[in-house]
């Protein structure tokens, strides 16, 4: 036997002993939750609950936006189920800038509640390329594939 195979053995014998293999590392990360606080002790609930979570290296809190940034080593749902923990009405951080949004005038995305410039994070419905029966007529009226399309003239 060699030494390739000898290593090789040995490698693929570990692998079957039930040998712990390290955990990924989690990644730095910011989470963004809206958890609903009227006042400093439910604020004082909030940050207390967060700080305790394994990895959490900062939390920070805005009550007039109803926003708390989480900072560390975290998983997301982890985060959204402690603080859900406190009893408060919590989610998913879902507002995103006004700039950010290409129809912020929907109806899906108007929020009275939402902090000063911002919308409501919404899917568009309507993907680039698709075109909806309303503006079919419109595009096929003028047509290069056919020069006798033009019917307004």
Do not use: H
Not at 4 to 19: I, R
Not at 60 to 67: A, D, L, P, S, V
């Amino acid at each position: 036997m060699g030494v390739g195979a000898t290593l090789e053995y040995l490698s693929d014998l570990m692998a079957f002993s039930g040998y712990k293999q390290k955990k990924k590392k989690k990644q730095l990360q910011t989470v963004e939750l809206k958890v609903r606080m009227d006042c400093d002790g439910c604020e004082l609930k909030v940050k207390n609950a967060l700080s305790s979570l394994s990895g959490v290296k900062k939390v920070e809190i805005n009550r007039k936006q109803q926003k708390v940034t989480v900072t560390g080593y975290v998983d997301s749902n982890k985060v959204l189920k402690k603080a859900k923990s406190t009893g408060k009405k919590t989610e998913i951080w879902p507002y995103v800038p006004y700039n950010l949004v290409a129809q912020p005038y929907i109806a899906q995305a108007y929020d009275k509640r939402a902090p000063p410039g911002y919308v409501r994070n919404v899917e568009s419905t309507a993907t680039t390329g698709t075109v909806t029966r309303y503006e079919e007529p419109y595009i096929s009226m003028f047509s290069d594939d056919n020069p006798n399309a033009c019917s307004i003239m």
